[in-house]
């Protein structure tokens, strides 16, 4: 007989059998008795229900009951998409006019239209690249990728305050697939973490509650009215989708650069990551013998303890021991969280992670507080669904896993490198990003090299450009900024990868137009209107350029260095001494002066660089 204290979780959430309901057996009643014989007429209805919620169930060995609920993990996981997402677009409607507007760097508009002119229809278009400004009618205006933004962080945060409608998180999907459409003829939304968030995002929409029917009324459109056990098959399509990041960015060091397998990398990640935080002088300056050890532990995390995750919950061997590597790989994102400023990157990587975890892993205040708001028993593991969902709900698992199986094929071909194919670091294999490969890192530069943009008025004295959160003025703190993602600083930061005339003239080719709007816009007294791009720049810089009067830019590329341990630093400014964060040295002129001729084109300046 199974041993009833020693109830244990197991992964059929849906499943509980009919003795939760016999508290009252010793002295049944006749409304009870009426009750019973109702439950027996509609039993084959909410077998398939409760089959549909869990999909599979797992027999405990020896006949031990076992049940283990995900209610919290729903609660969590829903609550940092929408909170991911809220970063995203409000990101996107502080930037996005001044990197792609009209009067932008690189406005989207023209690669809107270039896309417009190769496909007949919108249909065909949306197919091949999902985005809403396919059915807008006309071209792409300011206001359609501000009014995409304003929608996306209203919904994104009714998402953090507690809304779980799948109709939302569908919508939420959407308006960020047609903001990173339209970004795909710049390098500003040129991130592995943009397809991270979308394939995300996606899985969240089916982690949601599916609408009921009530006669010809349809209900939980826009809210759940009758919260149900999350869906087995969905939380296991999270547990892979842990499992490919973290293997594809343990993958991508294995093979990358050597200072990986000399576990050397560490010396100077941190010096020359793209934007330091102030820990990051914390990190930088650990002994040695400390930063090999940490290069062991990533290999650890992303390539050995990684299968944990993927462990079913047979028995209470194997449900601890994925709950072990649901919190391994979570805390070694808080980790890097810790150490620098990686936009939403580690943010949306802790989110898969989470779905190794059930409820019993989560503090007792939570999970009593959502379990009251989401009107669950402890005994009782959710409001039953009514047949015809649980069929659908069925449906839906089957068609989400066979496709996520069949697109996971190519990932998979790219990880094993089968065909002699170099692996490919952030990378999709189709038009709807439902899939994709994963890695960061792959290599490390050995020196931190910052492009500095210098203006003058007289090509005598020259006022240095600042950007948020980029080094640039060595007594400058650095900033904490993510999950808030910076792009114009992201993007600068490449330049300093060697050799940076490359990255200058090519993926960063943006620059020039910077420099060219400076000027014509100091030129010709342009309004704040016509210049976006100055949102985009530190206050100080925007305030300058607004104010004073540009003749001149150059840009020139410095070798930067950490000046001092966090500690010594921190004890300066405690004493009131003056703190200076970064040592830096000429390495070469990137752009000499230049100034804006009489037919509004950029020329160099007739005099020389170092004058």
Request: contains cysteine.
């Amino acid at each position: 007989k199974p041993n009833s204290t020693t109830l244990r979780v197991d992964e059929s959430e849906g499943d509980r059998q009919s003795g939760d309901n016999q508290q009252h057996e010793d002295e049944p009643s006749p409304a009870a008795t009426a009750s019973a014989a109702k439950d027996a007429a509609a039993s084959s209805g909410h077998k398939i229900s409760s089959a549909s919620s869990s999909w599979a169930t797992a027999i405990a060995k020896e006949g031990t009951a076992t049940t283990q609920s995900f209610h919290v993990t729903k609660f969590v996981i829903l609550r940092l998409v929408g909170f991911v997402y809220l970063m995203a677009f409000v990101g996107a409607y502080n930037q996005n006019q001044g990197l792609m507007g009209l009067h932008g760097l690189v406005p989207a508009r023209n690669y809107m239209d270039q896309l417009k002119q190769t496909f007949d229809s919108p249909i065909q278009g949306f197919l091949s690249h999902p985005t809403l400004f396919w059915f807008i009618g006309s071209s792409l205006e300011d206001w359609h990728l501000d009014a995409t933004a304003v929608v996306g962080s209203i919904l994104s945060f009714a998402v953090v305050l507690g809304l779980d409608s799948w109709l939302v998180m569908a919508m939420l999907w959407i308006l960020d697939f047609s903001i990173v459409t339209v970004a795909e003829g710049n390098s500003f939304y040129a991130y592995g973490w943009e397809s991270q968030l979308l394939e995300t995002g996606f899985l969240s929409i089916w982690l949601c509650d599916l609408p009921s029917f009530r006669g010809y009324a349809i209900q939980g459109m826009f809210r759940d009215t009758s919260p149900s056990a999350p869906s087995l098959p969905v939380l296991w399509l999270f547990r892979w989708l842990c499992a490919r990041i973290s293997i594809g960015a343990g993958l991508i060091k294995l093979r990358g650069g050597e200072c990986w397998q000399n576990k050397t990398c560490l010396y100077y990640h941190f010096e020359s990551q793209p934007i330091p935080s102030p820990m990051s002088f914390f990190f930088h300056f650990l002994p040695k013998g400390a930063l090999r050890r940490a290069v062991d532990l990533d290999f650890f995390v992303q390539l050995y303890s990684i299968w944990l995750v993927l462990l079913p919950g047979f028995n209470w061997y194997m449900t601890n021991l994925r709950r072990l590597g649901g919190f391994i790989q979570a805390g070694f994102m808080v980790n890097i969280i810790l150490s620098g400023n990686f936009a939403f990157l580690t943010h949306v990587t802790i989110i898969p992670a989470l779905a190794c975890l059930d409820d019993d892993c989560y503090p007792r205040w939570l999970k009593n507080n959502v379990y009251q708001s989401r009107r669950i028993r402890s005994d009782q593991s959710a409001v039953p669904m009514c047949p015809k969902i649980g069929i659908l709900r069925l449906f839906i698992d089957l068609c989400l896993v066979s496709t996520i199986g069949m697109l996971s094929v190519p990932v998979l071909t790219n990880l094993l490198q089968i065909g002699e194919k170099h692996q490919v670091m952030n990378g999709s294999f189709s038009s709807f990003k439902l899939v994709n490969t994963y890695g960061a890192f792959g290599s490390v530069g050995e020196a931190r090299y910052e492009a500095i943009i210098s203006l003058s008025s007289d090509a005598q004295s020259w006022t240095e450009l600042e950007l948020p959160c980029k080094p640039g003025n060595t007594k400058r703190r650095p900033c904490f900024c993510a999950p808030y993602h910076y792009r114009l600083d992201w993007n600068i930061w490449f330049i300093g990868f060697k050799p940076h005339q490359s990255m200058l003239q090519r993926r960063e080719s943006w620059v020039f137009e910077l420099i060219h709007k400076i000027l014509l816009g100091s030129d010709t007294n342009a309004t704040i209107t016509e210049r976006p791009w100055l949102s985009l720049l530190d206050p100080s810089s925007a305030d300058f350029l607004q104010h004073g009067i540009v003749k001149y830019a150059k840009v020139d590329m410095y070798r930067y260095r950490m000046a001092d341990t966090l500690w010594i630093i921190a004890s300066k400014w405690q004493r009131g001494d003056d703190v200076i964060w970064w040592n830096r040295e000429f390495e070469e002129t990137l752009i000499r002066p230049v100034q804006i001729m009489q037919n509004g084109n950029l020329a160099y300046a007739n005099f020389d660089s170092h004058e």
